[in-house]
């Protein structure tokens, strides 16, 4: 079970960004997927997820500028990021848990992480 996320870069304030997150070895359908981020020298913060069921619940510091989608047959998750602050900047990890029971929900813990990907907002 592996999960690639990519799309990280340099993007200047008020740019959009996409990124993806490849799941190999499960299938995607009865996954939860969420994305986190960790700045430089700050914990590790939830960001946003998309549950079993397409059900999607974001942080309040990117609601409104980010959007989460799944596309089970391409066993891809997109983050689709716009207006981006320099405050964005970290890198990103997808995660991934098993969500089948509760397809409309979220899990709080993920046992399945990416490698993450750098994104930098800066001019």
């Known amino acids: 079970v592996q999960l690639q996320a990519s799309g990280g870069g340099l993007v200047q304030p008020g740019g959009s960004l996409r990124l993806s997150c490849v799941l190999y070895g499960f299938t995607l359908d009865d996954y939860a997927i969420g994305w986190f981020r960790q700045a430089p020298g700050k914990e590790r913060e939830w960001v946003l997820c998309?549950?079993?069921?397409?059900?999607?619940y974001y942080g309040d510091s990117v609601k409104g500028r980010f959007t989460i989608s799944r596309d089970n047959a391409q066993h891809t998750v997109h983050l689709q990021m716009a207006s981006l602050k320099n405050e964005d900047t970290a890198v990103y990890y997808c995660?991934?848990?098993?969500?089948?029971?509760?397809?409309?929900?979220?899990?709080?813990?993920?046992?399945?992480w990416g490698q993450g990907t750098l994104v930098t907002v800066s001019s």
């Open positions: 998309i549950s079993v069921d397409g059900s999607t």
């Open positions: 995660t991934a848990e098993r969500y089948i029971r509760y397809p409309q929900r979220c899990p709080r813990s993920y046992n399945y």
